[in-house]
C-alpha cells in the first residue's frame, strides 16, 4: 500500500506518502495564493523523499474542505486526475478531520474547535471530541465569524488559524499555548495526518466522505450577466 495523501483547504499546499503502517515522505508549502504553482512540484518532492514513482502508488486521498474555493479546487482535481491517469481509487476526507486526528495524534484528549481561515472575516469551523478510541465530529462544519459561533465552542482549545486571526474571539491560541499541557495544536492541514486518518479508517470499514468539495458558500468569482446588446430600431 502507498496512499497518496493532498491537501489544499488551508494555508498549507500539503502532499504525504503513507505505506499503510506510517507516514514515509512529506512535502507542505506555506502559501495562501499559489497552490496550483506549488502541489506538483510537492507531489513530486515527496515521492522523490520515498524512494517512489507514481506507478508505486495505490491509492489517492484528497482532503475535501471546507476552504476557499480556488485553492481546495486545485487539491481535489489535482487528486482526481493522478487517480485517473493511474486508475487508481480516489478518496475524500473532511480537512477539518484531518486537523483534529493531528491534534488526537499530538495527545489531545477531550473537546477541541477546529477553525480555520475563511477569509471575508470568517472562519470554517466545527467541532469534535477526542478520546482513545480517536476523534468524532459531533457538529459542523459550518462558515460565520468568530464572535458569532457558539458561546461553548469559543471556550474550547482550538486548532487552526482562527485564534491567530481572531485571538479576542477565539482566546485559546492555537501556537502551543493553547494546547492543554502544553500540547502543540496544528495550524494548518497535514497530508500526513490526512493520510494516516483515511488508512485508519478504510482498514476499519468506516465510510470516507466522497469527493464532493465543502464550499459552503458561493465561490468568490462568478461568471458575468450576458451583456445586452443594444440594437437599432
Not at 37 to 60: F, W, Y
Not at 66 to 88: C, E, K, N, Y
Amino acid at each position: 500500500m502507498l496512499i497518496l495523501g493532498i491537501d489544499t483547504s488551508t494555508t498549507a499546499i500539503s502532499v504525504a506518502l503513507h505505506d499503510g503502517d506510517r507516514v514515509v515522505a512529506e512535502a507542505t508549502t506555506l502559501d495562501a495564493r499559489a497552490h496550483a504553482e506549488h502541489l506538483a512540484p510537492g507531489i513530486r518532492a515527496a515521492l522523490d523523499e520515498a524512494g517512489a514513482e507514481p506507478r508505486d502508488v495505490t491509492g489517492v486521498v484528497v482532503g475535501i474542505g471546507p476552504g476557499p474555493f480556488t485553492g481546495l479546487r486545485v487539491g481535489i482535481v489535482s487528486g482526481r486526475t493522478f487517480a485517473f491517469a493511474l486508475g487508481l481509487p480516489v478518496h475524500g476526507l473532511c480537512s477539518l478531520d484531518a486537523l483534529a486526528h493531528e491534534a488526537w495524534q499530538s495527545g489531545h484528549r477531550g473537546g477541541l474547535l477546529v477553525a480555520t481561515d475563511a477569509r471575508r472575516k470568517e472562519v470554517y469551523a466545527a467541532e469534535f471530541v477526542l478520546d482513545a478510541a480517536g476523534l468524532t465530529r459531533v457538529a459542523g462544519p459550518v462558515v460565520s465569524r468568530a464572535a458569532e459561533l457558539d458561546e461553548s465552542w469559543r471556550a474550547l482549545p482550538v486548532a487552526g488559524r482562527g485564534p491567530l486571526l481572531y485571538p479576542a474571539d477565539l482566546a485559546r491560541s492555537a501556537d502551543g499555548a493553547g494546547g492543554p499541557s502544553g500540547i502543540r495544536l496544528p495550524l494548518d492541514v497535514s497530508a500526513g495526518a490526512l493520510a494516516d486518518l483515511a488508512v485508519l479508517r478504510l482498514a476499519a470499514g468506516d465510510p470516507l466522505d466522497g469527493l464532493e468539495p465543502l464550499y459552503l458558500r458561493r465561490p468568490d468569482v462568478s461568471s458575468a450577466p450576458p451583456s445586452k446588446k443594444s440594437t437599432l430600431g
